[in-house]
């Protein structure tokens, strides 16, 4: 079989899903929400343009769980179902042709640049680098009980996704975001 070729055929996960040939897009932060953070038209735009390309698998950027932290301007929020509608309209343009899209959740941590939100939060209170500050805040630790409401987010958002018609999430667990502050030992000082 040739290069070619071995991108057309199917590939199933072990979860059993099917993705319908080898043609990924990776997570990218489109921040094309409105204002509020809604999913818009321009969204299913965008996505309905991959699906009608043929791709197999989309994944969707910087989906936030909370308001209150953006990693940028322009992220879509999900925080309940009150914009149930406008992420089924998302999802049904970015799943026609057969297409999986998955739903990329994230929550920056302290990498949200200053001004955007209100404060930072991290597992620890330890600022970037000194070259760094200009750009970050210094975060506040989080409490136990506001971890396991992050969980509860996280959980939620992936409901509310599911209920939407996307095929999949994804955490976004790289890049210095709050998932990674977790898993290093730099940023993560708790005992």
């Known amino acids: 079989m040739t290069p070619q070729a071995v991108l057309t055929q199917p590939f199933t996960l072990p979860s059993g899903q099917v993705i319908k040939n080898r043609l990924f897009k990776s ?17 299913a735009r965008l996505y309905g343009a991959w699906a009608d390309g043929g791709i197999g698998l989309c994944i969707t950027g910087n989906v936030m769980i909370d308001k209150r932290a953006l990693g940028e301007p322009g992220n879509v929020i999900i925080e309940d179902e009150s914009q149930l509608p406008a992420l089924k309209a998302w999802a049904q343009a970015a799943t026609r042709n057969r297409t999986q899209c998955w739903v990329q959740l994230n929550h920056p941590g302290k990498q949200s640049p200053k001004g955007l939100n209100k404060e930072t939060v991290s597992p620890s209170a330890v600022p970037f680098r000194p070259d760094m500050k200009l750009m970050f805040a210094t975060p506040r630790e989080l409490t136990d009980a ?32 709050l998932v990674s502050q977790f898993l290093s030992p730099h940023h993560n000082r708790r005992t």
């Open 146 to 177: 506001e971890i396991r409401g992050l969980i509860q987010r996280f959980a939620t958002a992936a409901a509310v996704v599911k209920k939407a018609g996307f095929t999949g999430v994804q955490i976004h667990g790289a890049h210095g975001y």
């Open 27 to 43: 997570a990218m932060s489109e921040a094309l929400s409105d204002r509020s953070g809604q999913a818009n038209a321009e969204l």
